[in-house]
C-alpha cells in the first residue's frame, strides 16, 4: 500500500457506513477478499485524523465508538480522486490474480511468526525452522526452468 492509500481506502470504505475500528478491518479484509487486512497501527491512526478533523464521533453503551464521514472528510475524498483510483487500482491489482492466495497465506504466516517469535522458545523456534525449510527448497525449485 503507498503512502496515504491506506488512509483513504479506510476513509472511502467508512463513507459506505458508519463502523468502529474492528468493523471498518474486517469491511476492508472483506472487500477484498482478505488480500489487505489492516492492522491496528494502521486504522486508528487514521481514526484519531477524523476526530481531530471534528467528524462526527458516537460512543455506544458497549463502548464502542463509531465513526461517521463528514462532509469535511467527504471535501477532502472529492480532492483526491485522482489518488484514490490510483489506490483503488493498485488495491484491485494485489487481490486479483493466480497468485494472489500463495501471496496471502505467505503474509499472514509472516505476521503470525513475527508477533510470536518474541514469546517463543528457541527449541519451537528451531520445530518451525524444520517446517519452513522445505518450503524454501520447493519454492527455488518452481522457479527454476
Known amino acids: 500500500m503507498r503512502r496515504g492509500g491506506a488512509k483513504l481506502l479506510i476513509l472511502k470504505t ?7 475500528g ?6 476492508i479484509s472483506a472487500l477484498s477478499s482478505g488480500g489487505y487486512e489492516p492492522s491496528p497501527g494502521v486504522i486508528y ?3 484519531q485524523w477524523l476526530e481531530d478533523q471534528d467528524s462526527n464521533v458516537e460512543t455506544h453503551g458497549d463502548r464502542k465508538t463509531v465513526y461517521m464521514v463528514t462532509s469535511t472528510v467527504k471535501d477532502f475524498l472529492r480532492k483526491d480522486t485522482p489518488e ?5 487500482e493498485f488495491f484491485d491489482e494485489a487481490t486479483g490474480g493466480d497468485a494472489f492466495p500463495l501471496r496471502r497465506s505467505a503474509a ?3 505476521r503470525t511468526i513475527l508477533i510470536s517469535l518474541p514469546e517463543t522458545s528457541e527449541k519451537r523456534r528451531a520445530e ?3 517446517v519452513l525449510d522445505p518450503t524454501v527448497k520447493i519454492t527455488k525449485m518452481m522457479n527454476q526452468p
Do not use: I
Open 14 to 20: 467508512l463513507s459506505t457506513r458508519h463502523m468502529d
Open 22 to 27: 474492528s468493523e471498518l478491518a474486517e469491511e
Open 45 to 47: 491512526p487514521t481514526l
Open 84 to 88: 484514490l483510483e490510483t489506490v483503488t
Open 108 to 110: 499472514r504466516l509472516e
Open 128 to 130: 518451525v525452522a524444520k
